[in-house]
């Protein structure tokens, strides 16, 4: 686990206290782990791994795929949805035409809960991404046994060992893995990894300042065999356009969508300004 000293080492603090918590009952979450089988492809949802990026405006005919979050709190934003009810906000976004869903399980930060994941899974037919700080494998044994599809694998708080460890371990345990960069540095570390969908973070972790134009200097990093996830900054549809010119199969879109009362008018917004 890296330290930089900064509100990222604090919440990885924090989730490494959460992780001791957890070890007592490790050997009992690997081993209901191993006995599910009702995996959702978050892989497939965005589109596969053989997007076209040929033509001139840089993505080919593939829609732009949207990874819908469900999020009541952030540390930039502060409370985005004071009177949050999660299983309505993913069943409006399923309506509204996501291609899958991202929930918030981090509890001091982001006022999330574990508990969101088996509760979505049961309404909602969408492939459903854990969006939390994944630090050891025995997180990984708790998302497969609460029932998400895929995980959130951050570089820029895991030494490359771990990065591909836990890589290793959560394919093993057949779930999608979302591998998040925010710099060149972390861009190579996460193509050495062999990584298959590589989220570009236009928020800096270490300072939450935001820049669209990140995923512009970074994209061009990303091969036609990975898929290309834009995420966070995003708010209307002339942000979409520009991030889908740069190459972009899918974005990832939290406070916008949450704040929008009528989510299908910002959900067909954001799409369409993916071309």
Known sequence: MKKFGNKLDEILADKAEEVR??????EKLQFAAQGREDFRSFETALGGACR??????????????????????S?????IA????????AEAYAAA?????SILTDEKYFQGHLSYLAKIRERVDLPILRKDFIIDEVQIFESVVAGADAILLIVAALEQDSLLHLL????????DVLVEVHDLEEMERALESGARIIGINNRNLRTFEVDL??????????????????????????DTKRIRSWGADAIL?????MRAQDKGSKMAELKGGGG
Request: glycine content about 10%; cysteine-free; proline content about 7%.
């Open 213 to 238: 134009g990140t995923t512009e200097r970074l994209s061009e990093e990303v091969g036609p065999d990975q898929i290309l996830v834009s995420e966070s900054g995003i708010f209307n549809g002339t």
């Open 168 to 175: 290793d371990v959560a394919q093993n345990y057949q779930l």
């Open 97 to 101: 035409g996501a291609d899958a869903l």
């Open 253 to 257: 879109v939290g406070e916008a969508l």
């Open 75 to 79: 540390p930039s934003a502060g409370t």
């Open 52 to 73: 076209d990026r040929s033509d001139d405006e840089g993505y080919g005919s593939n829609p732009l795929a949207v990874i819908a979050e469900v999020k009541k709190a």
């Open 82 to 89: 004071p009177n949050f009810d999660p299983l309505a906000v």
């Open 21 to 26: 918590r957890l070890l007592p009952v490790k």
